[in-house]
């Protein structure tokens, strides 16, 4: 019988069997027969069906909604490959939930993105691997290696291919994210405009000041998630009443919760581009102003140069 000998497996969980598929394709690797399935009382079973002794495993779940039951498959198949003699575990978790609960925002609350890295390598992972981590000082919560990729060569690419540069403004919606958003409008040579959100007194409502001259631009904000989508709605009109041509946002994480996927429909964006790291709803595939752009690719070179130790960070030279 064939040994595996430090071969590439990949194991996906349940929350995005679209992207897992993709990324077992670019690898020309199928994904490795495993059951993941519910009790009657929603408990979760995991039955790797393949021989993984001595392999390189990768194993493919974002923990996006419902985050705590993905989490806890992402756990558990770590869990039983591991029992299972996997030489080495890679959890690869496109989309971090959990990731905006990196400090302690008040008195007595906790830092749910430190519990969660503490989990994971709990349950097994030797490494990790993710994309656009919502603050990077994240993969200090581990102590294995953790591999923060970006999203930023696919949007660049569909960027470039779609607009006129020399008329573009990079927006950052918020003064945290203007590294993200710098980093971006440097790749296309665009200026970076930032929006100031101030509450200037308790009980009244935020004032956004743009930074920047946008008047007669078209707009791109960049920022790491959507979630409600009002972050992306208010500055789409702040920027139109300061005189934007046009507005779209690319964001790594589409996690749009709620009437999300509606507030942006009828909001003044032209266009939200997401990726695929979280699986698109129904709603967000038909969505009249939302388009998904696949990071399987790039997930799928990741996960190749891991296997075969050449290096990572190259891919976004
Ligand atoms: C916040 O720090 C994040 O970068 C996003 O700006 C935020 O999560 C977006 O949330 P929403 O879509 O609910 O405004």
């Known amino acids: 019988m064939a040994s595996n000998n430090g071969a590439m497996r990949l194991v996906a969980g349940n929350s995005n069997r679209a992207l897992s598929e993709a990324v077992g394709a670019y690898l020309a690797t ?34 996006s909604f419902p985050a705590n039951d993905h989490l806890m498959e992402l756990l558990i198949i770590m869990d039983a490959l591991r029992r299972a003699s996997a030489r080495r575990i890679t959890a690869v978790v496109p989309y971090f939930g959990y990731a905006r609960q990196d400090r302690k925002p008040g008195p007595r609350t906790p830092i749910s993105a430190k519990l969660v890295a503490n989990l994971i390598t709990r349950a097994g992972a030797d490494r990790v691997m993710t994309v656009d981590l919502h603050a990077g000082q994240i993969q200090g919560f581990f102590d294995i290696p953790t591999d923060n990729l970006y999203a930023s060569p696919v949007m660049v690419r569909d960027i470039r291919e779609r607009f006129d540069l020399s008329t573009l403004m990079v927006v950052s919606p918020d003064v945290g994210g203007v590294v993200r958003a710098r980093g971006l409008a440097k790749r296309i040579n665009a200026p970076l405009a930032i929006i100031d959100k101030r509450r200037e007194r308790a009980g009244e409502s935020e004032v956004m000041n743009v930074i920047g001259e946008v ?3 078209t707009c791109i904000l960049i920022d790491d998630i959507v979630d ?11 920027l139109l009443l300061q005189g934007a041509s046009d507005v779209y946002a690319y964001i790594s994480h589409g996690v749009l919760s709620g009437g999300a ?34 990071i399987a690719t790039l997930i799928g070179e990741a996960i190749g140069r891991t296997a075969s130790e050449e290096s990572v960070s190259s891919l976004f030279d």
């Not at 495993?34 to 990768?58: K, L, P, S, T, Y």
């Not at 699986?279 to 388009?291: F, G, K, L």
């Open 228 to 238: 409600s989508g009002g972050t992306l709605v208010n500055a789409a009109e702040a």
């Open 261 to 294: 996927v509606k507030r942006l429909a009828d909001s003044k964006l032209k266009e939200l581009v997401i990726t695929d790291s979280i699986e698109p709803t129904a709603a967000v595939r038909t969505a009249r102003n939302i388009r998904v752009l696949s």
């Open 30 to 63: 199928p994904l490795t027969k495993a059951v993941v399935r519910r009790f009657a009382d929603m408990e979760i079973f995991v039955e790797i069906q393949e021989n993984v002794r001595g392999a390189d495993v990768f194993v493919l779940q974002s923990t």
């Open 215 to 217: 008047d007669g631009r």
